[in-house]
């Protein structure tokens, strides 16, 4: 199963959570975002995105440039070095997947407004 939206990419589909590839394993709800504000995902608003993710019981992953990290660990995120443009994918997996993936994309568009 594949579904498509132009703009921001909504897809969820069979997904191996171990291996990161399509093997017809467990479901997997993924949204790609760009993020637009003047620092990216650096100090304040990474640590709003942070605490963001930490409210889901699902696991989250943001992904850049084929790297993957924890989206609930400050210095994973910090890592892969988001800046102004950056297009991400976030990835979750659990009972609350959409609504994770949906806040953070949503904290995003809002250039993490308090």
Known sequence: M???IDGNREICYPYDSILG???GGTIMYIKQATVNNQV???AR???FFIQKAN???STIWVEKDEQRVNAKSLLGVLSLGIIKGSTIDLIADGTDEKDAVDALV????SDFAD
Do not use: Q, R, V, Y
């Open 106 to 109: 949503e904290l995003i568009s």
């Open 40 to 42: 990216g995902l650096h």
């Open 2 to 4: 594949k579904i498509g």
């Open 55 to 57: 409210e889901f019981k």
């Open 45 to 47: 608003p990474a640590t």
């Open 21 to 23: 590839k399509n093997s």
